[in-house]
Protein backbone atom coordinates (compact mmCIF):
# COMPACT_ATOMS: atom_id res chain seq x y z
CA UNK A 1 0.00 0.00 0.00
CA UNK A 2 1.28 2.93 -1.14
CA UNK A 3 1.17 5.71 1.55
CA UNK A 4 3.21 8.64 -0.05
CA UNK A 5 1.60 12.14 -1.56
CA UNK A 6 0.33 12.23 -4.60
CA UNK A 7 2.18 13.61 -7.32
CA UNK A 8 -0.29 15.90 -9.49
CA UNK A 9 0.66 17.96 -12.68
CA UNK A 10 -0.87 21.38 -12.56
CA UNK A 11 -0.80 23.76 -15.38
CA UNK A 12 2.80 22.63 -16.32
CA UNK A 13 4.24 21.95 -12.99
CA UNK A 14 4.43 18.68 -11.12
CA UNK A 15 3.52 19.27 -7.39
CA UNK A 16 2.47 17.31 -4.71
CA UNK A 17 -1.23 16.57 -4.34
CA UNK A 18 -1.54 19.47 -1.05
CA UNK A 19 0.14 21.81 -2.45
CA UNK A 20 -1.58 22.23 -5.51
CA UNK A 21 -3.97 25.02 -5.58
CA UNK A 22 -6.57 26.99 -8.26
CA UNK A 23 -7.67 30.24 -7.92
CA UNK A 24 -10.92 31.04 -6.59
CA UNK A 25 -12.07 32.74 -9.35
CA UNK A 26 -11.24 29.35 -11.94
CA UNK A 27 -14.22 29.15 -13.98
CA UNK A 28 -14.31 25.26 -13.21
CA UNK A 29 -15.14 26.54 -9.53
CA UNK A 30 -17.77 29.12 -10.12
CA UNK A 31 -19.87 27.89 -13.42
CA UNK A 32 -18.33 24.40 -13.54
CA UNK A 33 -17.56 25.46 -16.70
CA UNK A 34 -14.76 22.63 -17.97
CA UNK A 35 -14.43 19.04 -19.00
CA UNK A 36 -13.14 16.10 -17.62
CA UNK A 37 -11.93 12.40 -17.86
CA UNK A 38 -10.75 9.43 -16.26
CA UNK A 39 -8.73 6.77 -17.63
CA UNK A 40 -7.74 3.74 -16.36
CA UNK A 41 -4.13 1.97 -16.29
CA UNK A 42 -3.51 -1.45 -15.29
CA UNK A 43 -0.03 -2.43 -14.09
CA UNK A 44 1.05 0.91 -16.35
CA UNK A 45 -1.53 -0.65 -19.41
CA UNK A 46 -3.80 2.46 -19.90
CA UNK A 47 -6.71 1.05 -21.21
CA UNK A 48 -7.96 2.83 -24.22
CA UNK A 49 -6.01 6.47 -23.55
CA UNK A 50 -6.05 7.19 -27.42
CA UNK A 51 -10.41 7.12 -27.36
CA UNK A 52 -10.20 8.68 -24.10
CA UNK A 53 -7.86 11.58 -25.25
CA UNK A 54 -9.97 11.94 -28.49
CA UNK A 55 -13.02 11.81 -26.37
CA UNK A 56 -11.91 14.70 -23.88
CA UNK A 57 -10.65 17.04 -27.06
CA UNK A 58 -14.29 16.77 -28.80
CA UNK A 59 -15.79 17.92 -25.24
CA UNK A 60 -13.41 20.56 -25.06
CA UNK A 61 -14.31 21.71 -28.13
CA UNK A 62 -18.13 21.40 -28.21
CA UNK A 63 -17.34 23.92 -25.06
CA UNK A 64 -14.70 25.94 -26.87
CA UNK A 65 -12.16 25.11 -24.41
CA UNK A 66 -8.92 25.39 -26.03
CA UNK A 67 -6.90 22.32 -25.48
CA UNK A 68 -3.55 23.89 -24.02
CA UNK A 69 -1.86 20.78 -25.61
CA UNK A 70 -1.64 18.34 -28.08
CA UNK A 71 -3.13 14.67 -27.77
CA UNK A 72 0.59 13.25 -28.15
CA UNK A 73 1.82 15.39 -25.50
CA UNK A 74 -1.18 14.48 -23.05
CA UNK A 75 -0.80 10.98 -23.46
CA UNK A 76 3.24 11.60 -22.83
CA UNK A 77 2.09 13.44 -19.59
CA UNK A 78 -0.62 10.75 -18.39
CA UNK A 79 2.21 7.85 -18.89
CA UNK A 80 4.45 10.64 -16.58
CA UNK A 81 1.96 11.55 -14.10
CA UNK A 82 1.38 7.49 -13.72
CA UNK A 83 5.18 6.46 -12.87
CA UNK A 84 4.93 9.19 -10.08
CA UNK A 85 1.93 7.54 -8.37
CA UNK A 86 2.40 3.70 -9.46
CA UNK A 87 -0.30 2.42 -8.39
CA UNK A 88 -0.75 -1.36 -9.33
CA UNK A 89 -4.21 -0.21 -10.63
CA UNK A 90 -4.51 3.49 -10.68
CA UNK A 91 -6.93 6.09 -12.62
CA UNK A 92 -5.69 9.07 -14.40
CA UNK A 93 -8.10 11.68 -13.76
CA UNK A 94 -7.91 15.10 -16.13
CA UNK A 95 -9.63 18.17 -15.44
CA UNK A 96 -9.45 21.01 -18.06
CA UNK A 97 -11.30 24.14 -17.20
CA UNK A 98 -11.70 27.74 -18.95
CA UNK A 99 -8.84 29.20 -16.62
CA UNK A 100 -9.83 32.40 -13.81
CA UNK A 101 -11.62 35.74 -14.81
CA UNK A 102 -13.38 38.40 -13.03
CA UNK A 103 -17.15 36.41 -12.58
CA UNK A 104 -18.78 36.69 -15.33
CA UNK A 105 -21.12 34.70 -17.49
CA UNK A 106 -19.19 34.91 -20.57
CA UNK A 107 -15.84 35.72 -20.11
CA UNK A 108 -12.97 33.93 -22.21
CA UNK A 109 -9.65 33.85 -20.38
CA UNK A 110 -6.74 32.94 -22.47
CA UNK A 111 -5.10 30.30 -19.98
CA UNK A 112 -7.00 27.39 -19.43
CA UNK A 113 -6.30 25.35 -16.44
CA UNK A 114 -5.48 21.91 -17.08
CA UNK A 115 -4.93 19.11 -13.89
CA UNK A 116 -3.50 16.02 -14.17
CA UNK A 117 -3.76 13.54 -11.38
CA UNK A 118 -3.70 9.70 -10.19
CA UNK A 119 -5.58 7.75 -7.80
CA UNK A 120 -5.85 3.87 -7.28
CA UNK A 121 -8.51 2.72 -9.12
CA UNK A 122 -10.61 0.80 -6.56
CA UNK A 123 -12.08 -2.02 -8.51
CA UNK A 124 -15.37 -3.48 -7.64
CA UNK A 125 -14.93 -6.35 -5.23
CA UNK A 126 -15.31 -10.21 -5.96
CA UNK A 127 -18.73 -10.02 -4.26
CA UNK A 128 -20.21 -6.85 -6.40
CA UNK A 129 -18.58 -9.07 -9.29
CA UNK A 130 -19.95 -12.06 -9.19
CA UNK A 131 -23.08 -11.30 -7.55
CA UNK A 132 -24.14 -7.75 -8.96
CA UNK A 133 -25.87 -4.56 -7.69
CA UNK A 134 -29.03 -3.07 -7.74
CA UNK A 135 -29.87 -0.48 -9.59
CA UNK A 136 -33.30 2.17 -9.11
CA UNK A 137 -34.65 4.57 -12.53
CA UNK A 138 -35.06 8.27 -11.95
CA UNK A 139 -36.43 10.72 -14.65
CA UNK A 140 -33.64 12.47 -16.74
CA UNK A 141 -33.21 16.16 -15.46
CA UNK A 142 -30.02 16.27 -17.12
CA UNK A 143 -29.26 19.11 -19.84
CA UNK A 144 -29.30 18.19 -23.49
CA UNK A 145 -25.76 17.57 -24.10
CA UNK A 146 -24.95 14.64 -22.13
CA UNK A 147 -22.77 13.78 -25.10
CA UNK A 148 -20.23 15.91 -23.01
CA UNK A 149 -18.14 15.09 -20.52
CA UNK A 150 -18.55 18.35 -18.76
CA UNK A 151 -17.79 18.86 -14.96
CA UNK A 152 -21.09 19.71 -14.10
CA UNK A 153 -22.11 16.96 -12.89
CA UNK A 154 -25.08 18.26 -10.03
CA UNK A 155 -27.65 15.96 -11.26
CA UNK A 156 -25.82 13.23 -11.28
CA UNK A 157 -24.04 14.00 -7.53
CA UNK A 158 -28.09 13.58 -6.29
CA UNK A 159 -29.29 10.82 -8.50
CA UNK A 160 -26.08 8.44 -6.70
CA UNK A 161 -27.29 10.06 -3.11
CA UNK A 162 -30.56 8.87 -4.06
CA UNK A 163 -29.33 5.46 -4.88
CA UNK A 164 -27.49 5.04 -1.56
CA UNK A 165 -30.12 6.48 0.62
CA UNK A 166 -32.12 3.76 -1.23
CA UNK A 167 -29.91 0.97 -1.38
CA UNK A 168 -28.46 0.86 -4.60
CA UNK A 169 -25.61 1.03 -6.53
CA UNK A 170 -26.49 2.97 -9.45
CA UNK A 171 -29.22 5.00 -10.80
CA UNK A 172 -30.17 5.28 -14.33
CA UNK A 173 -32.01 7.86 -15.88
CA UNK A 174 -35.57 7.14 -17.98
CA UNK A 175 -36.40 9.46 -20.71
CA UNK A 176 -40.46 10.55 -21.07
CA UNK A 177 -41.13 7.36 -22.94
CA UNK A 178 -39.74 5.07 -20.26
CA UNK A 179 -36.32 4.37 -22.36
CA UNK A 180 -33.69 3.64 -19.76
CA UNK A 181 -30.86 5.98 -21.17
CA UNK A 182 -27.55 5.35 -19.05
CA UNK A 183 -26.51 5.49 -14.96
CA UNK A 184 -25.75 8.59 -13.34
CA UNK A 185 -21.78 7.43 -13.91
CA UNK A 186 -22.25 4.59 -16.17
CA UNK A 187 -23.70 2.93 -19.68
CA UNK A 188 -26.13 0.50 -19.51
CA UNK A 189 -27.30 -2.45 -21.67
CA UNK A 190 -29.38 -5.25 -21.57
CA UNK A 191 -30.27 -8.75 -22.98
CA UNK A 192 -33.25 -8.78 -24.35
CA UNK A 193 -34.76 -11.43 -26.14
CA UNK A 194 -30.87 -12.45 -26.35
CA UNK A 195 -29.85 -9.83 -28.47
CA UNK A 196 -27.48 -7.26 -26.41
CA UNK A 197 -29.31 -3.73 -26.10
CA UNK A 198 -28.04 -0.60 -25.40
CA UNK A 199 -29.26 3.39 -25.80
CA UNK A 200 -27.80 4.44 -28.96
CA UNK A 201 -25.27 7.16 -28.93
CA UNK A 202 -26.18 10.73 -28.83
CA UNK A 203 -26.93 14.27 -26.79
CA UNK A 204 -28.94 12.12 -24.46
CA UNK A 205 -26.02 10.13 -23.28
CA UNK A 206 -22.18 10.05 -22.80
CA UNK A 207 -20.59 7.72 -25.40
CA UNK A 208 -18.48 5.84 -22.69
CA UNK A 209 -15.54 4.27 -24.03
CA UNK A 210 -16.19 1.06 -21.99
CA UNK A 211 -19.18 0.94 -23.93
CA UNK A 212 -17.40 1.05 -27.31
CA UNK A 213 -15.07 -1.66 -25.96
CA UNK A 214 -17.61 -3.72 -24.91
CA UNK A 215 -19.63 -4.15 -28.34
CA UNK A 216 -16.05 -4.18 -29.70
CA UNK A 217 -15.97 -7.43 -27.73
CA UNK A 218 -19.30 -8.76 -28.07
CA UNK A 219 -19.01 -8.44 -31.99
CA UNK A 220 -15.70 -10.86 -31.14
CA UNK A 221 -17.75 -12.68 -29.31
CA UNK A 222 -20.62 -13.31 -32.54
CA UNK A 223 -23.19 -11.67 -29.71
CA UNK A 224 -26.00 -10.05 -31.63
CA UNK A 225 -26.17 -6.15 -30.69
CA UNK A 226 -28.92 -3.55 -31.32
CA UNK A 227 -28.34 -0.36 -30.46
CA UNK A 228 -31.66 1.29 -29.92
CA UNK A 229 -33.94 2.84 -26.92
CA UNK A 230 -35.24 -0.20 -24.71
CA UNK A 231 -37.34 -0.01 -21.67
CA UNK A 232 -36.78 -2.06 -18.57
CA UNK A 233 -40.55 -2.94 -18.93
CA UNK A 234 -39.99 -5.55 -21.99
CA UNK A 235 -40.93 -8.86 -21.12
CA UNK A 236 -38.39 -10.34 -22.74
CA UNK A 237 -35.48 -8.46 -20.67
CA UNK A 238 -33.04 -11.43 -19.56
CA UNK A 239 -30.10 -9.68 -18.32
CA UNK A 240 -28.91 -6.25 -17.36
CA UNK A 241 -25.15 -4.79 -16.77
CA UNK A 242 -23.59 -1.33 -16.44
CA UNK A 243 -20.00 -0.19 -17.86
CA UNK A 244 -17.38 2.49 -17.13
CA UNK A 245 -13.77 3.03 -16.90
CA UNK A 246 -14.19 2.28 -12.88
CA UNK A 247 -16.71 -0.70 -13.20
CA UNK A 248 -15.80 -2.20 -16.16
CA UNK A 249 -18.80 -4.64 -16.73
CA UNK A 250 -20.89 -4.76 -13.64
CA UNK A 251 -24.34 -7.20 -13.46
CA UNK A 252 -26.97 -5.29 -12.65
CA UNK A 253 -29.46 -8.03 -10.68
CA UNK A 254 -32.86 -5.63 -9.40
CA UNK A 255 -33.72 -2.94 -10.67
CA UNK A 256 -36.81 -0.80 -8.86
CA UNK A 257 -36.72 -3.59 -6.59
CA UNK A 258 -37.64 -5.78 -9.05
CA UNK A 259 -35.30 -9.16 -10.02
CA UNK A 260 -33.83 -9.11 -13.20
CA UNK A 261 -34.06 -12.22 -15.08
CA UNK A 262 -33.83 -15.00 -11.83
CA UNK A 263 -31.67 -12.51 -9.97
CA UNK A 264 -28.22 -14.12 -10.51
CA UNK A 265 -25.87 -12.04 -13.58
CA UNK A 266 -26.85 -13.80 -16.73
CA UNK A 267 -24.62 -15.84 -19.14
CA UNK A 268 -24.12 -12.76 -21.84
CA UNK A 269 -22.80 -10.86 -18.92
CA UNK A 270 -20.75 -13.25 -17.79
CA UNK A 271 -18.94 -13.98 -21.45
CA UNK A 272 -18.84 -10.22 -21.30
CA UNK A 273 -17.15 -9.42 -18.06
CA UNK A 274 -14.58 -12.38 -18.78
CA UNK A 275 -13.78 -11.07 -22.09
CA UNK A 276 -12.81 -7.57 -20.34
CA UNK A 277 -10.98 -9.13 -17.69
CA UNK A 278 -8.77 -11.40 -20.09
CA UNK A 279 -8.76 -7.79 -22.71
CA UNK A 280 -7.01 -6.57 -19.18
CA UNK A 281 -5.16 -9.13 -18.22
CA UNK A 282 -3.40 -9.25 -22.09
CA UNK A 283 -2.86 -5.36 -21.37
CA UNK A 284 -1.21 -6.46 -18.35
CA UNK A 285 1.28 -8.60 -19.70
CA UNK A 286 2.26 -6.48 -23.05
CA UNK A 287 2.95 -4.13 -20.12
CA UNK A 288 5.30 -6.55 -18.06
CA UNK A 289 7.09 -7.65 -21.12
CA UNK A 290 7.76 -3.73 -22.32
CA UNK A 291 8.88 -3.22 -18.94
CA UNK A 292 11.37 -6.32 -18.96
CA UNK A 293 12.58 -4.88 -22.45
CA UNK A 294 13.25 -1.92 -20.60
CA UNK A 295 11.05 0.01 -23.91
C1 LIG B 1 -22.94 9.79 -17.44
C2 LIG B 1 -21.89 8.78 -17.73
N1 LIG B 1 -22.17 7.79 -18.62
C3 LIG B 1 -21.26 6.84 -18.90
C4 LIG B 1 -20.02 6.82 -18.29
C5 LIG B 1 -19.03 5.72 -18.63
O1 LIG B 1 -18.04 6.22 -19.47
P1 LIG B 1 -16.61 5.51 -19.59
O2 LIG B 1 -16.87 4.10 -19.98
O3 LIG B 1 -15.92 6.28 -20.65
O4 LIG B 1 -15.97 5.60 -18.25
C6 LIG B 1 -19.68 7.82 -17.39
C7 LIG B 1 -18.36 7.86 -16.76
O5 LIG B 1 -18.03 8.70 -15.98
C8 LIG B 1 -20.65 8.83 -17.10
O6 LIG B 1 -20.37 9.81 -16.23
Given at each position: ???TEPI???N????P????C????D?????A???YE???????A??????HL?RL?????????P?????D?LA?????????N?WP??MI??Q?TR??A??????S???????????ALCL?DGQ??A??????TL?D????RCD??S????A??LA??E????G?YE?FW?D????L????A??AF????????????????L?????N???????E??I?V?E???SP???A??E?F?T??????L???????R??G??RP????R?L?E?????????R?RA?????R?S
Open positions: MRTVWLGVFLLSQAVPVERGFQFDGVVIACFGGFLDLEPAERSARALEILPLSRKLLCREVYARPEAYILGAPRAHAAPTNPTLLIMARARLKGVAGIAIRWRIKIALLNVRRAERRAALEHGHLEGATNAVIGGVLTTHPEGPQIGGITRRVLRLAALGPRRPWLEPLQMLSTTNLVPVVKLDGLINGGPITKQAMHAFIAELSRARAAG
